[in-house]
């Protein structure tokens, strides 16, 4: 299957930093990306789509000042959380669809963040 | 009522059981299902893609879509320990890649050696 690759796995900073989070998709294009967050024993919830070379589009009740999508490359979709505070604290989770799958979309391993 | 249900779990088999998984849904326009297993603090892997109803095999594992019923099924023969996980469904209304994916909320498999 396609890889979707994140970077860093996991991210332990102090409350008020800013921390980013990269995907990457491996071997193929992406010109959508999805970021979810998940927590402890709980499905995922869609954050926002980010798309190649315009604004993402953001869910209900997400602020995007805070969380800041950048998608500036075919390959490479990051995900700023700024001025974290201990709530942000949760799983990220990325993922895209490489063409012909017909939207099957494929994870990256995801991004645990910890804000002490 | 959500737009897709999960059998919450969580469900503890013998090794070697035939494991039934089913997700209900009630948007009518869905057309595209997904099964996902995750292991703890991992991604979620794709395991079945299917479309529209029917049936699709891969190896162990059997998914069956019955649009009639909203219902979706994902079987698993001859359960190993290994396939100790979260299984969720996932699913959505058009293809493509900017598609965005309704999901369950995932059910935890327990396999017993």
């Known amino acids: 299957g396609a890889v979707v690759s994140q970077h860093p796995s996991r991210v332990i900073c102090k409350s008020g930093t800013s921390v980013k989070i990269e995907c990457r998709s491996l071997d193929f294009q992406a010109t959508t990306m999805f970021w979810y967050r998940q927590f402890p024993k709980q499905s995922l919830m869609l954050m926002a789509t980010?798309?190649?070379?315009?604004?993402?589009?953001?869910e209900q009740g997400v602020e995007k000042d805070k969380f800041l999508i950048n998608h500036a490359s075919l390959t490479l979709s990051t995900l700023t959380v700024t001025s974290a505070h201990p709530e942000d604290s949760s799983f990220y989770i990325c993922s895209a669809s490489p063409p012909g799958s017909g939207g099957a979309k494929y994870f990256g391993p995801g991004t645990r963040l910890t804000v002490t | 009522q959500k737009e897709v249900e999960q059998d919450p779990g969580p469900l503890s088999v013998p090794e070697g059981a035939i494991v039934s998984l089913n997700c209900t849904y009630s948007n009518s326009a869905f057309q595209y299902f997904m099964w996902y297993r995750q292991y703890s603090r991992k991604g979620p892997e794709l395991l079945m893609y299917?479309?529209?109803?029917g049936n699709k095999e891969d190896g162990r594992f059997t998914a069956q879509v019955d649009k009639s019923s909203k219902y979706i099924s994902l079987f698993i023969r001859d359960s190993q320990p290994s396939d100790s996980a979260t299984y969720l469904c996932?699913?959505?209304?058009?293809?493509?890649?900017?598609?965005?994916?309704?999901f369950g909320k995932g059910i935890t498999l327990s396999v017993r050696p």
């Open positions: 980010s798309n190649e070379g315009s604004k993402a589009t953001y």
């Open positions: 299917t479309y529209s109803s």
């Open positions: 996932a699913m959505s209304a058009v293809g493509g890649a900017n598609s965005k994916l309704t």
